[in-house]
């Protein structure tokens, strides 16, 4: 096997490298300490020349090549070599633009640079050239969740761009609640330009076009409608879902997926729990749905009250009805489409009747999307009356009193009205929260915590896409029941890879951004399917080969790996060994960061590769006065962090060894031990930001690392040493005055606790 | 005057904002407020102003009809045109406070004692005796306008600047007596009170 391999150098003078660093000295360590079959030396790596000479080697035989040039984010382009397993030292981020370029700093500068030509070197002999498994083939079948406005939307962007659609719904008929609405509010704004008259022509009311979409999405032959349907089996992976959807009478048809779009929709909040405002004491007091049902049913006649058929002729809005409100059983965010809902709906009794009196009683309008605010106009046009008011109580003995405090004029006052609109939010349709069925699965049978649990499941949502993974069966949740997506990032990846949430499912809003997201979501879908196609990852590591296998030898069945996947790529086949779904996996290693036994491992990344690494650091002698600091930087945010510092300038001091890592949820804990034991004096851990308002690429890779090392104060304590010597950081790729001062401070900790004992 | 103000009330029963549209001068524009409050964070005076514009602007929709008109709020505009510049909405604000001064002092129900208030009407009798404003008799009925105690305090302490503007020929002493005049100011008087009357009119007349 080792005849195989045949590892080349090759190292780069260019950038200030040459100037700064011994040439030959470097060359020497890569021969001589990385075992490099061949070196070679480029004044400039990255150019055409450069990269022949890397290509040539690669031709005649080179099965893993070391690049010592920039950071391995640097000229990703130029050094793309797929076929080879390759390594990168960054001597330019890393050592020469960290350290100041004086005579007294030479020698620490060339000993940084050397030891990172080692690292590399001995991560390059202990990895391969990843290959995709062939467990994978192309299916672009992609099933919709959903027969709302995104559903459907999803569903004719996929159907477009050539991928046949499977549309399951769960009603009767296509068109979720954009079918019962009116009319709806306009998605464009007015043209630049517009002068500021008081006559200018605002957008309006618009068609809700529903009839148009429906008859799209019935005509189109590559979509397939499933009604009265639901999803009773999901399993598999992206590129081989296999779904079985079931009739309401009891027939199923099984089908294969490339991916899935869950477009589940909302349920309108339920304005029972709003008796301060009326609801149910009286039926003029009505939700803001309910509101389009009288409206269709006038079609443009005076919209009449539903107590005794009076035309209505005053008509008061209250915003925020249940919503953004801490109150048990209310809804504490905002929901975003109810300001814009309501002017369109005083738009309808003032365009019936100018003289119709409306008044929106709301703390903060809100007008969300393009047309936004010329829509808020054109209500104000029409006499729409806005007051900035609370509403504390509507009154429903005889006619409708609303009482209300004005917060522009500070004073507690009320309004009579025919009808009151109360601007309710929606409700995510989501399903159980997977992550209780799995703590409900772990806890001990009769335990306090499993009663809990089963009480909480009983009440739950049925689920929506029952799948047969390991870690429940629907989509984890984040806050307040909706699917856990990064709302700015990756706004419709969910935890679970190739299904994508598209909707008021994932956070709430209005009808544009709704088709926006099932644009966005069709397209993910497409490229989650094509890349299962190819054996390669989906995001954030797009385009990785490698996957994670395990020796089944070495395996105690902890069922730890297949617990802590942030994605629930992991299930477990009978006998409880892990069973891999590679598309499904994003590639971040935490299962190999949880492995106690250390049998999970990456072709290009693996305990050994990052362990390699650690051993080949030259740990000076203790009186050498040169400590060691072991940093491990998530490759997300906190090594660019430190590459973008090193850019401008920022110093670090010559005893850190920065290894990037896939997230930080990989990092094991068998490296700290051996670091410890071998001689460094500090490790500094930086990974994302964790919680609900999480940075981390992977979701809870940094949460789940931050718990691991929360109890590496009893390794450290086994050794006898300091329990500052580990620090755990939240680092945000922002960072690039503090990320290196966490390193600067682990050098001042060592000054003060000095030298690790361990030193040999 | 306040059998307009009673015609008015009628009319528009509690609906003030209705009534601003149709009658004080850019008042149209008062629907269009979006209660930022820009323009009262603006205001040089603001602090000094018993219900900032904005302010202003909610009580005309809340129906507040005699608190605004009797307010001194709209009296206490300098003109100095900030919030015209930083409304986002561009409303005329400048405009429209002067609207509602005007059009309270219509209703008969602007405040008496506010000086701006007074001032503009002893403006505006200097100005209907003769069709020009006598500076002088201006100045005099200005500090003797709280009673002839005051008015000599207030004529001696600007004894000195008096003096200093006649030097000047800023100031011309003759025009205590009669003083400069238009041709025909009778028919001059006569054409103001055509308009006045005009104007009453559009009032009631208006939709």
């Known amino acids: 096997m080792a005849d195989d391999k045949k590892f080349a150098g090759f190292i780069c003078t260019g950038c200030g490298i040459g100037d700064r660093l011994d040439g030959g000295r470097l060359e020497t360590t890569a021969k001589r300490d990385g075992k490099m079959q061949e070196v070679k030396s480029s004044e400039m790596l990255c150019n055409a020349e450069g990269v022949k000479m890397i290509q040539d080697e690669i031709d005649g035989g080179a099965t893993h090549v070391m690049i010592a040039a920039c950071s391995r984010r640097a000229k990703v382009e130029a050094f793309n070599f797929p076929t080879v397993a390759m390594t990168r030292a960054n001597l330019r981020e890393g050592v020469i633009w960290v350290r100041p370029d004086t005579d007294e700093h030479r020698e620490t500068t060339q000993e940084m640079a050397d030891d990172y030509i080692r690292m590399a070197c001995a991560e390059a002999r202990s990895m391969k050239a990843p290959s995709p498994s062939g467990e994978q083939e192309l299916n672009k079948h992609i099933l919709v969740v959903g027969g709302g406005v995104t559903g459907m939307s999803a569903a004719l962007e996929s159907a477009a761009a050539g991928y046949p659609v499977t549309l399951v719904e769960k009603t009767g008929a296509l068109g979720g609640h954009l079918a019962q609405l009116y009319k709806k509010s306009p998605g464009k704004a007015a043209p630049r330009g517009l002068p500021n008259a008081l006559d200018a022509e605002f957008p309006g009311l618009e068609d809700t076009g529903v009839e148009g979409l429906i008859q799209q999405v019935e005509e189109n032959a590559n979509i397939t409608v499933h009604l009265n349907s639901t999803l009773t089996k999901t399993q598999g992976a992206p590129g081989r879902f296999k779904a079985e959807i079931a009739t309401e009478s009891g027939s199923t048809t099984e089908a294969e997926f490339g991916a899935i779009v869950q477009a589940s929709g909302f349920t309108p909040y339920d304005a029972n729990q709003l008796p301060e405002f009326g609801y149910g004491k009286s039926p003029d007091v009505v939700t803001n749905l309910e509101l389009e049902k009288l409206a269709k049913e006038a079609a443009g006649g005076p919209i009449k009250r539903p107590s005794d058929g009076k035309e209505v002729k005053?008509?008061?809005?209250?915003?925020?009805?249940?919503?953004?409100?801490?109150?048990?059983?209310?809804?504490?965010?905002?929901?975003?489409?109810?300001?814009?809902?309501?002017?369109?709906?005083?738009?309808?009794?003032?365009?019936?009747?100018?003289?119709?009196?409306?008044?929106?009683?709301?703390?903060?309008?809100?007008?969300?999307?393009?047309?936004?605010?010329?829509?808020?106009?054109?209500?104000?046009?029409?006499?729409?009356?806005?007051?900035?008011?609370?509403?504390?109580?509507?009154?429903?003995?005889?006619?409708?009193?609303?009482?209300?405090?004005?917060?522009?004029?500070?004073?507690?006052?009320?309004?009579?009205?025919?009808?009151?609109?109360?601007?309710?939010?929606?409700?995510?349709?989501?399903?159980?929260?997977?992550?209780?069925?799995?703590?409900?699965?772990?806890?001990?049978?009769?335990?306090?915590?499993?009663?809990?649990?089963?009480?909480?499941?009983?009440?739950?949502?049925?689920?929506?896409?029952?799948?047969?993974?390991?870690?429940?069966?629907?989509?984890?949740?984040?806050?307040?029941?909706?699917?856990?997506?990064?709302?700015?990032?990756?706004?419709?990846?969910?935890?679970?890879?190739?299904?994508?949430?598209?909707?008021?499912?994932?956070?709430?809003?209005?009808?544009?951004?709704?088709?926006?997201?099932?644009?966005?979501?069709?397209?993910?879908?497409?490229?989650?399917?094509?890349?299962?196609?190819?054996?390669?990852?989906?995001?954030?590591?797009?385009?990785?080969?490698?996957?994670?296998?395990?020796?089944?030898?070495?395996?105690?069945?902890?069922?730890?790996?297949?617990?802590?996947?942030?994605?629930?790529?992991?299930?477990?086949?009978?006998?409880?060994?892990?069973?891999?779904?590679?598309?499904?996996?994003?590639?971040?290693?935490?299962?190999?960061?949880?492995?106690?036994?250390?049998?999970?491992?990456?072709?290009?990344?693996?305990?050994?590769?990052?362990?390699?690494?650690?051993?080949?650091?030259?740990?000076?002698?203790?009186?050498?006065?040169?400590?060691?600091?072991?940093?491990?930087?998530?490759?997300?945010?906190?090594?660019?962090?430190?590459?973008?510092?090193?850019?401008?300038?920022?110093?670090?001091?010559?005893?850190?060894?920065?290894?990037?890592?896939?997230?930080?949820?990989?990092?094991?804990?068998?490296w700290i031990t051996d670091s410890l034991n071998n001689g460094f004096d500090g490790i500094v851990l930086m990974g994302c930001q964790k919680g609900d308002d999480y940075q981390c690429h992977f979701v809870r890779g940094s949460a789940i690392a931050h718990e691991r090392m929360s109890k590496v104060g009893d390794t450290l304590e086994s050794l006898n040493l300091e329990p500052e010597r580990v620090a755990v950081y939240e680092v945000a790729i922002t960072d690039l005055e503090r990320a290196p001062k966490l390193i600067n401070d682990m050098a001042e900790t060592i000054d003060k606790v000095g030298m690790s004992p361990f030193k040999f | 005057m306040s059998d307009l103000n009673t015609a008015m009330t009628a009319k528009y029963r509690n609906n003030f904002l209705k009534e601003v549209e149709a009658n004080v001068e850019e008042g149209e524009w008062v629907k269009m407020c979006m209660q930022c409050g820009v323009c009262s964070g603006s205001c040089p005076l603001g602090k000094h102003w018993e219900h900032p514009p904005q302010e202003i602007f909610m009580m005309i929709r809340a129906g507040k009809r005699d608190d605004v008109l009797k307010s001194d709020s709209m009296w206490m505009c300098t003109s100095c045109y900030n919030c015209i510049v930083r409304c986002p909405r561009e409303l005329p604000i400048t405009h429209i406070m002067h609207g509602l001064a005007n059009y309270a002092k219509r209703m008969g129900l602007a405040p008496k004692s506010q000086p701006t208030n007074q001032f503009s009407q002893l403006f505006w009798d200097n100005m209907m005796k003769k069709g020009r404003v006598n500076e002088l008799k201006l100045g005099l009925s200005l500090y003797f306008k709280d009673g002839f105690g005051d008015g000599v305090k207030n004529a001696m302490a600007n004894q000195q600047l008096g003096m200093n503007m006649m030097k000047a020929k800023r100031m011309a002493p003759m025009e205590i007596i009669g003083g400069h005049s238009l041709k025909d100011v009778s028919g001059f008087q006569k054409m103001i009170k055509k308009a006045h009357e005009i104007e009453d009119q559009n009032i009631q007349d208006f939709s």
């Not at chain 1, 806005?386 to 405090?405: R, T």
């Not at chain 1, 649990?453 to 909706?482: C, M, W």
Request: glycine residues 8%; aromatic residues 8%.
């Open chain 1, 314 to 670: 005053s008509v008061a809005f209250v915003q925020c009805a249940g919503q953004r409100s801490e109150k048990k059983g209310h809804l504490p965010y905002c929901s975003g489409f109810c300001c814009t809902t309501s002017i369109k709906q005083a738009i309808y009794f003032k365009e019936q009747n100018a003289d119709c009196d409306t008044t929106v009683l709301y703390t903060d309008l809100r007008t969300p999307g393009a047309a936004g605010e010329d829509f808020y106009r054109a209500g104000q046009q029409k006499m729409v009356t806005f007051s900035k008011g609370e509403v504390s109580e509507v009154a429903a003995d005889g006619g409708l009193k609303v009482k209300f405090k004005d917060l522009i004029l500070d004073e507690d006052t009320e309004m009579d009205a025919d009808l009151v609109v109360l601007a309710t939010g929606q409700v995510a349709n989501t399903g159980p929260d997977p992550y209780a069925q799995l703590a409900f699965e772990e806890a001990e049978e009769g335990s306090e915590e499993k009663e809990t649990l089963r009480k909480a499941l009983e009440v739950a949502p049925p689920s929506i896409l029952n799948l047969e993974y390991r870690q429940g069966t629907d989509l984890p949740l984040l806050k307040h029941g909706f699917a856990d997506s990064h709302f700015i990032c990756f706004p419709y990846e969910t935890r679970r890879t190739g299904i994508y949430a598209a909707g008021p499912v994932r956070r709430p809003m209005d009808i544009q951004q709704a088709r926006d997201d099932a644009a966005g979501a069709a397209m993910k879908a497409i490229q989650a399917a094509e890349n299962a196609g190819k054996g390669r990852a989906a995001h954030p590591r797009s385009g990785d080969l490698s996957f994670p296998t395990f020796r089944s030898e070495g395996c105690t069945q902890c069922k730890r790996c297949t617990v802590e996947c942030p994605f629930g790529a992991i299930n477990e086949d009978e006998k409880g060994y892990p069973v891999y779904n590679e598309s499904r996996c994003r590639r971040c290693g935490t299962c190999m960061g949880a492995c106690p036994v250390r049998v999970i491992s990456f072709e290009n990344y693996s305990v050994e590769t990052v362990g390699q690494q650690i051993k080949n650091v030259d740990i000076p002698d203790e009186f050498d006065e040169k400590p060691r600091i072991l940093v491990l930087a998530c490759e997300n945010d906190a090594y660019p962090a430190l590459d973008q510092a090193a850019m401008s300038g920022v110093e670090i001091n010559p005893w850190a060894r920065v290894i990037p890592v896939r997230c930080l949820g990989s990092v094991n804990l068998s």
